[in-house]
Structures are given as structure tokens and as C-alpha cells.
């Protein structure tokens, strides 16, 4: 199993910020086991710390803003892109003013500070939020829309549409996060021409100029509105008549516009606060939309916090019957575990087929079949005996015996046709013997018990 990662070594870096015009520094700190993202105002009274969660997203206007009180923290997006694209689950990001410098407009500088600082891995296993079913949030007055889809890995489809004869639309796409820093970290921010005095008025963009954005003149303006405009950006009169991209810095790729859009969903879908395993793919996205999205996704995975393991039947068992049966000493009717679907060192996937042919049913009961609950609790356990005994040598000569069950809850009533997957979870390394386990049964997707056990591994005399 991946385990969780955070950062060898901290590293810094300053620059202006897009909206206040400040000098700013931000510094990215390691931390330990599900830390998660964690934003601290150094600046502030009480240097106050923001979890970098969707949940306390406060506006989109013109990026990502963070808030908790009163204290706030925007243009976070790239720093979480790269941060999300290198795996890394745990961080402590300090900064000294009220937004993130805005350095080229990418997310290549992170990325390459990344790399220097090195990535750590830690002792915590990387808790997946697996995409089982198609989940969709749409905005129709803007007609964006962002949808997720089952996938083995985590990639992104996105398009792009605008009003305008330069940037009508475009297409980019991430088939594996391998290729962000190559492909999709250099990809700059853009703002059209247009949009340039209004976001002025609002007192914004202070900081903005050719250094760390695409600037796209699409709509012919006179002359002298131009110049004046250009007074503003501190850039040299330009020809009004001549329409495209004005920047120092030539496009990287035909499709940088699209590609930064990207960019800019993987740092907004890096606030659901656990990774994930599904195929993005985005419509017109923004930030108000990403976050929607991000927000949906909270939702969901707080509906579905432990989520069952992936089970195909077609798929060959790493222990089948037989294997089982030289392991444990249980056999008919006691034996209750048919296959093992998934092992590694600290975890165990295992499934039961429950049929009306079980002897249990013909008393408990003979009007309404159903599993004791204390069957379930032993096939559990019998599944947990396979991976305690899975890590000694002759395995055949041990035996195990469970010395404390606890927190045992069932949720809802086995029957029938149900066929139950199991997965149990060492708590802790096996010490003398002795291990702690936490299990859960699961008939689809719905836990339909759980508990902690404590066992010991005896040689057999």
C-alpha cells in the first residue's frame, strides 16, 4: 500500500503578490502523518492556522481564497497543484501577508523547489478516495460543468471556451500525474484585455504585469484607451490595431491557456483533502465551479468515509480454498471464509459467500434467514488469522487465538445471496506475538459491521 508523504526538507520563496501588489514569502515546512495541508499567517496575532479545505474557500472571484476568522489567504492554487501532483498528503505552509506571491504565474518554481527539498515518506498509509460512480456538478447560466468518472488512476480532461476570436477554445489533458512538471507546471495564468480595468476598479491585480501572466487583447479599442491602459501595466504603447497575445515570454504550448486551467483544478480538487482515483473531466472550469466540485466531493466522501474494497470476481485470488484450509484449522460448518482477494503486509482483503445452504439458517432463522452477528464477527476474525499467520515462517504451524474484541457495532442484517468482503488492518507492528487489528464487513458498498480485535500467534504443539 502508498503511504502517505510530506516534505524532507522546508524551502522558501518571495515575490509579489497578484492582487495587493506586497512582497511576500511563503514557506513550505514538513509534517507529520495526516497533517494534511495546513496554512499559517505568520504576520497575524497569534500566527492563526487555516486547514487547506474546500470548506473554508470564502470567494473564486479571481482565485482561490482561504479563510478562518479573520484571517485570509488567496492565489493558493498553484502552491496546492504542486504540492498535490508530487503525492505529497502533509505540509505546513507559513506566509507573511494575505496571499501567496504570484512569482511566473505558473507553478514551475514550486515545482522545482519541490525537487530540491527532496519528499519523504511516511509511516501513515495514503487513504484513496476511490471513484466508483459517475458524480456531476453542473452551472447552467455558464454552461461549466465538472464531472468525475471510474478510473485506475487520477487524470484530467479539460476544455476551455471563450467569446473571443484569439481564444475560442482549447483542449488539454493529464493522463498521469508523472507528467505535471514537464507538461502542466510552466503553463501560465491569462487575463484578457477586457478584463483588466474592471478587475483595476475592484482593486485587484496590483501586482499583475507581463512577468507572471498572459495578457490577450481579442477586441479592438482606440488607441488612446489602449495607451492609457498600457500606462497602467507599466508596459510600452502597443499598436491597437495589432490583436493577440501580449507577453515578454513566447507561449510555451499553442494551448498554455488550457493547460494553466488545468493547472488550476488540480489545485482546487487538492482541497477535498484526500486523494483521489477517477477521471476528471471539465467543462469551462473556474474556480467557483472547482470548488463546487470540491465541496460536492467532501460531502460524498463523508457519506462514504470507509469505503469498501474493490471486488472482482473475475479476478484470480491470491489464497483460494485450499491454500485457506492448510492455513486454518476451522472446517465444516466453521469455516467461513472462501477466498482472499488482496494481502500485503498490514492489511487483508477476504470474501464470503453467504447461501441459504448454511446450516446457521435452519435455526436463526427458519422464516427469515440471517447471519448471526457473531458469525460475522468469527469469519472476521478468521480473515484476520490470515494475516497474522501470512507473516511468520511454516505458517502451517501456528495457530491464532483472539485475546480481546471490541467496538464490534452491526449496522444491518445479512441474508442470503449477500456476499461479504472483509478487509482488516493491523493498528499496529506485531510485538511478541500479539497484534491489533481494526476490520469492517461490507455486503456492495455499506459496512454491515465492524470491530477491533486483539489476537496471538501460538505454535501449534
Given amino acids: 500500500m502508498l503511504k502517505q508523504k510530506t516534505l524532507k526538507n522546508s524551502f522558501s520563496l518571495s515575490g509579489k503578490g497578484l492582487h495587493t501588489g506586497l512582497d511576500l514569502t511563503v514557506t513550505f515546512n514538513p509534517a507529520p502523518d495526516n497533517h494534511g495541508y495546513k496554512i499559517q499567517r505568520t504576520d497575524l496575532e497569534g500566527q492563526p492556522i487555516i486547514d487547506a479545505v474546500a470548506d473554508n474557500v470564502v470567494d473564486t472571484t479571481r482565485g482561490t481564497v482561504l479563510a478562518k476568522g479573520d484571517a485570509k489567504v488567496s492565489t493558493v492554487e498553484h502552491a496546492m497543484a504542486a504540492l498535490y501532483a508530487f503525492g505529497i498528503d502533509n505540509c505546513l505552509i507559513q506566509v507573511d501577508g494575505p496571499e501567496f506571491p504570484i512569482l511566473d504565474g505558473s507553478a514551475i518554481q514550486y515545482v522545482e523547489q519541490i525537487k530540491d527539498a527532496g519528499i519523504e515518506e511516511q509511516a501513515a498509509v495514503k487513504d484513496f478516495y476511490i471513484i466508483k460512480s459517475k458524480i456531476e456538478i453542473k452551472d447552467e447560466a455558464t454552461g461549466s460543468s465538472i464531472i468525475v468518472l471510474p478510473d485506475d488512476n487520477f487524470s484530467i480532461n479539460t476544455l476551455i471556451s471563450y467569446d473571443s476570436t484569439i481564444l475560442p477554445s482549447q483542449f488539454a489533458t493529464l493522463e498521469d500525474m508523472a507528467d505535471f512538471p514537464e507538461e502542466i507546471a510552466g503553463s ?100 467557483t465551479i472547482n470548488n463546487k466540485f470540491a465541496r460536492q466531493m467532501r460531502k460524498e466522501i463523508r457519506l462514504h468515509e470507509i469505503q469498501a474494497p474493490v471486488y472482482n470476481c473475475n479476478q484470480a485470488p491470491v489464497m483460494d480454498i485450499n491454500r485457506i484450509r492448510e492455513l486454518l484449522p476451522h472446517r465444516y460448518p466453521f469455516l467461513l471464509v472462501d477466498k482472499i482477494i488482496e494481502l500485503g503486509p498490514n492489511h487483508i482483503v477476504g470474501v464470503k459467500n453467504i447461501t441459504v445452504n448454511e446450516p446457521f439458517f435452519q435455526g436463526h432463522f427458519p422464516q427469515e434467514p440471517v447471519m448471526p452477528g457473531v458469525l460475522q464477527v468469527e469469519a472476521m476474525a478468521q480473515v484476520g488469522g490470515l494475516l497474522v499467520l501470512n507473516s511468520v515462517e511454516e505458517p502451517e504451524r501456528y495457530s491464532t487465538y483472539f485475546m480481546k474484541i471490541d467496538g464490534v457495532k452491526f449496522r444491518q442484517k445479512v441474508v442470503p445471496g449477500d456476499t461479504l468482503v472483509f478487509r482488516l488492518e493491523l493498528l499496529a507492528p506485531m510485538r511478541r506475538g500479539i497484534s491489533t487489528m481494526k476490520g469492517y464487513v461490507f455486503v456492495g458498498e455499506k459496512i454491515v459491521c465492524e470491530a477491533e480485535f486483539m489476537a496471538q500467534i501460538i505454535k501449534n504443539k
Avoid: C
Avoid at 495589432?242 to 515570454?249: A, E, F
Fill in 188 to 287: 501560465r495564468t491569462f487575463v484578457f484585455v477586457r478584463d483588466i480595468e474592471p478587475l483595476l476598479k475592484a482593486g485587484l491585480i496590483k501586482g499583475g504585469d507581463l512577468d507572471n501572466a498572459i495578457v490577450i487583447y481579442e477586441r479592438q479599442m482606440p488607441q488612446e484607451s489602449f495607451d492609457k491602459l498600457a500606462d497602467v501595466m507599466g508596459v510600452p504603447h502597443m499598436d491597437a490595431r495589432q490583436l493577440g497575445y501580449i507577453n515578454h515570454k513566447p507561449l510555451v504550448w499553442s494551448n498554455e491557456p488550457a493547460r494553466h486551467k488545468l493547472l488550476d483544478i488540480i489545485g482546487d480538487l487538492a482541497l477535498i483533502g484526500r486523494p483521489i482515483k477517477g477521471r476528471i473531466i471539465a467543462t469551462r472550469p473556474g474556480h
